[in-house]
């Protein structure tokens, strides 16, 4: 699967964080050439320390904003094809700091465009952008690819106008370029060896593990609940289109749960702690939010299906099953790394099926 990686140089921005660091080892199973930078985590534990990331010399920390740091590590590694995770992906911190989060997700791709556009070994680049691009008003609709962007917290603000960034790039700077582009959305990603802050699975183990209550802001909202993997996929597949070169030069796509998977975050949290064989009463508590976030949020795949062959292989009930397994294997002195291999294979094994 995905052979076409295989000695491939691919190069991942955001590589420190959850989503990059599953990347990082699904990539290096296959046989890619992987190199990656990303911010130091500040959580403990982080997917970075567990997987002893610090020590392959091929991954750096250094910030995206940092224009010469950009150019240095991408005119080194001489990348064919770069998936584009670099980010501050959380809401409220967007609020409490928005500087960081325009200039981190704004001017970082910026930075990466610049230093890209001025070489000409980069072919392919997957920009991860996010569910929250698109402009919510609040009506129960899945949004597609036609619909418009917008934004109203810092977060989904940043990542709408990253979008736009990298359209006019795509379509006008780099136009004459050799170098196709890809902006793909995903949902809210769960899975294994996430600690950030500010999530409702890292908030909900941090509850059980350190016998701490749980404080949820909006437990009736609806999110594109989705497995790492079944997104990670998507992004993978995207990236092969674009290295075999059958695929529009300039397109999005979103990857979401299958329609029918509607969960609320109190489906969420019940679903979860049941594998700990607790209640969610035990550890629950419902606080009043600082900040607005949207109440219903759903993503339609139908594009990725067409064109892509794209699916979610695993359901909403069965992605918080496999993340809540994962979480109490790391927790009974189980290796992170192993975990995460077992898991991909699993995930591969379901797929062949």
Same mark, same amino acid.
């Given at each position: 699967?995905?052979?076409?990686?295989?000695?491939?140089?691919?190069?991942?921005?955001?590589?420190?964080?959850?989503?990059?660091?599953?990347?990082?080892?699904?990539?290096?199973?296959?046989?890619?050439?992987?190199?990656?930078?990303?911010?130091?985590?500040?959580?403990?534990?982080?997917?970075?320390?567990?997987?002893?990331?610090?020590?392959?010399?091929?991954?750096?920390?250094?910030?995206?904003?940092?224009?010469? =740091?950009?150019?240095?590590?991408?005119?080194?590694?001489?990348?064919?094809?770069?998936?584009?995770?670099?980010?501050?992906?959380? /809401?409220?911190?967007?609020?409490?700091?928005?500087?960081?989060?325009?200039?981190?997700?704004?001017?970082?791709?910026?930075?990466?465009?610049?230093?890209?556009?001025?070489?000409?070994?980069?072919?392919?680049?997957?920009?991860?952008?996010?569910?929250?691009?698109?402009?919510?008003?609040?009506?129960?609709?899945?949004?597609?690819?036609?619909?418009?962007?917008?934004?109203?917290?810092?977060?989904?603000?940043?990542?709408?106008?990253?979008?736009?960034?990298?359209?006019?790039?795509?379509?006008?700077?780099?136009?004459?370029?050799?170098?196709?582009?890809?902006? /793909?959305?995903?949902?809210?990603?769960?899975?294994?060896?996430?600690?950030?802050?500010?999530?409702?699975?890292?908030?909900?183990?941090?509850?059980?593990?350190?016998?701490?209550?749980?404080?949820?802001?909006?437990?009736?909202?609806?999110?594109?609940?989705?497995?790492?993997?079944?997104?990670?996929?998507?992004?993978?597949?995207?990236?092969?289109?674009?290295?075999?070169?059958?695929?529009?030069?300039?397109?999005? =796509?979103? =990857?979401?749960?299958?329609?029918?998977?509607? =969960?609320?975050?109190?489906?969420?949290?019940?679903?979860?702690?049941?594998?700990?064989?607790?209640?969610?009463?035990?550890?629950?508590?419902?606080?009043?939010?600082?900040?607005?976030?949207?109440?219903?949020?759903?993503?339609?795949?139908?594009?990725?299906?067409?064109?892509?062959?794209?699916?979610?292989? /695993?359901?909403?009930?069965?992605?918080?099953?496999?993340?809540?397994?994962?979480?109490?294997?790391?927790?009974?002195?189980?290796?992170?790394?192993?975990?995460?291999?077992?898991?991909?294979?699993?995930?591969?094994?379901?797929?062949?099926?």
């Amino acid at each position: 699967m995905f052979e076409c990686y295989r000695n491939k140089k691919v190069l991942i921005t955001g590589v420190t964080g959850f989503k990059g660091s599953w990347l990082y080892v699904w990539l290096n199973k296959i046989g890619a050439d992987v190199s990656g930078f990303g911010l130091l985590p500040e959580t403990e534990p982080s997917l970075y320390e567990e997987l002893g990331m610090k020590y392959d010399d091929k991954i750096l920390i250094g910030d995206i904003r940092d224009k010469n =740091f950009v150019r240095n590590i991408i005119s080194e590694c001489k990348p064919e094809i770069i998936f584009h995770l670099a980010a501050q992906p959380i /809401v409220n911190i967007s609020y409490e700091n928005p500087e960081d989060t325009f200039q981190t997700n704004i001017n970082g791709l910026i930075n990466l465009y610049e230093v890209i556009r001025n070489e000409n070994f980069v072919k392919s680049l997957v920009v991860v952008t996010s569910d929250k691009c698109y402009r919510n008003t609040e009506g129960k609709k899945s949004f597609s690819e036609e619909d418009a962007l917008g934004g109203v917290d810092p977060y989904s603000a940043s990542k709408s106008c990253a979008e736009i960034i990298s359209n006019s790039y795509a379509l006008s700077l780099l136009k004459d370029n050799d170098i196709f582009i890809s902006n /793909v959305r995903a949902g809210n990603i769960i899975g294994g060896g996430d600690w950030s802050r500010y999530r409702l699975i890292p908030d909900i183990v941090k509850a059980i593990v350190q016998k701490k209550k749980l404080y949820i802001r909006y437990p009736d909202s609806v999110r594109p609940w989705q497995y790492v993997l079944d997104a990670l996929r998507g992004y993978l597949m995207v990236g092969e289109r674009m290295i075999k070169r059958d695929i529009d030069k300039v397109t999005s =796509f979103n =990857f979401g749960p299958s329609d029918n998977s509607l =969960f609320t975050v109190m489906d969420i949290v019940n679903t979860f702690v049941s594998t700990f064989e607790i209640g969610a009463d035990d550890i629950l508590e419902i606080e009043n939010p600082e900040y607005y976030e949207s109440s219903y949020l759903q993503l339609n795949s139908t594009k990725a299906n067409q064109i892509l062959n794209w699916s979610p292989v /695993v359901d909403t009930s069965y992605c918080i099953k496999l993340t809540s397994e994962w979480y109490k294997e790391y927790y009974s002195d189980s290796k992170a790394g192993n975990i995460i291999l077992k898991y991909i294979n699993e995930y591969i094994n379901l797929l062949n099926q």
